[in-house]
């Protein structure tokens, strides 16, 4: 069984206050029984961003660095308590503007994982921010076994190619810290993403307030296995779901069943044919007139 923490906290722009209420979420996981816990989208300033122009350099100075301080912070709570910890920042870029990224950090310290929002809310405050380059998956040890780990985030999973690439990449669970609502389409979607794609999902929002939680987990085995010429029954591939309030909840995924399931099942990669999506790789986009002020959280 891997065991993944949902570290569902409430939203606070104070980057000190976070550092603190963090660390200590990561301790609480540990002992919970947790080997990976998860926060929240941009966590080091609870996911806020300038109102206009004129602070948008005060902003900025909240960016952080793996070699700072606050990044250091994490790399020893994670080797104090064996813990890997998905860190979510707003990520200093000496070459622009920030980037809104998750870092996954080992029970070693170590960082496996650096990946930069893809699909960030141009059409919102993340105007602001850069976007990264691509979907990245590692390989995290947790002492009993290796777990390929993806990662997307937030918006990133209103487009079904994020999953899609993670799975090609081998992606065996997809985490995706969160901020905005989670309301039931956008949790129906999700849940298609672990459908079609054979991966375990663990989606991590922000409780109360303007997101209202809702963390949740998909195993990604929509069918019980087969028994001789009897075939599998459909199954709720959900795990778990918080409520609204501040909470820390565990995942726990078979990864036994997981594998056996995607050995064999249709869907995945196994009976794609690529030679037909070749639309899928035109680089144009059709351009829509949003309002100005359109708020995704």
């Given at each position: 069984m891997f065991t993944v923490a949902l570290l569902q906290l409430k939203q606070n722009s104070d980057h000190e206050k976070n550092l603190k209420i963090g660390t200590d979420a990561c301790v609480k996981a540990?002992?919970?029984?947790?080997?990976?816990?998860?926060?929240?989208?941009?966590?080091n300033n609870?996911?806020?961003?300038?109102t206009n122009d004129k602070f948008l350099l005060n902003w900025q100075k909240q960016a952080i660095a793996e070699e700072g301080e606050y990044f250091q912070k994490f790399i020893e709570c994670a080797k104090k308590n064996k813990i890997a910890v998905a860190l979510t920042?707003?990520?200093?870029?000496?070459?622009?503007?920030?980037f809104n990224a998750v870092s996954i950090i080992d029970r070693h310290?170590?960082?496996?994982?650096?990946?930069?929002?893809v699909h960030t809310c141009d059409f919102s405050s993340e105007k602001y921010l850069s976007p990264g380059g691509s979907f990245n998956v590692c390989n995290l040890n947790t002492g009993n076994e290796t777990i390929k780990?993806?990662?997307?985030?937030?918006?990133?999973?209103?487009?079904?190619?994020?999953?899609?690439?993670?799975?090609?990449?081998?992606?065996?669970?997809?985490?995706?810290?969160?901020?905005?609502e989670f309301?039931?389409?956008?949790?129906?979607?999700?849940?298609?993403?672990?459908?079609?794609?054979?991966?375990?999902?663990?989606l991590v929002n922000y409780a109360e307030g303007k997101c209202?939680?809702?963390?949740?987990?998909?195993?990604g085995i929509a069918f019980?296995?087969?028994?001789?010429?009897?075939?599998?029954?459909?199954?709720?591939?959900?795990?778990?779901?918080?409520?609204?309030?501040?909470?820390?909840?565990?995942?726990?995924?078979?990864?036994?069943?997981?594998?056996?399931?995607?050995?064999?099942?249709?869907?995945?990669?196994?009976?794609?044919?690529?030679d037909k999506y070749k639309e899928m790789i035109d680089e144009s986009v059709q351009s829509q007139n949003l309002p100005a002020l359109f708020s995704f959280c």
């Open positions: 540990k002992e919970m029984g947790a080997e990976l816990a998860v926060f929240p989208e941009m966590w609870g996911y806020s961003f300038p920042y707003l990520k200093e870029n000496k070459n622009g503007k920030p310290g170590d960082v496996i994982l650096t990946y930069s929002k780990v993806g990662s997307m985030i937030c918006y990133d999973r209103e487009f079904p190619e994020s999953a899609r690439i993670l799975m090609l990449k081998g992606a065996e669970i997809i985490i995706i810290p969160n901020a905005c309301e039931i389409n956008r949790k129906c979607q999700l849940r298609a993403r672990a459908f079609e794609n054979m991966t375990g999902c663990v209202k939680g809702k963390s949740v987990a998909f195993d019980t296995e087969s028994v001789g010429e009897i075939d599998g029954l459909s199954r709720d591939m959900q795990i778990v779901e918080a409520g609204e309030k501040e909470c820390i909840v565990l995942a726990r995924f078979d990864m036994d069943r997981l594998r056996r399931y995607r050995n064999k099942e249709v869907w995945g990669n196994a009976y794609r044919k690529p």
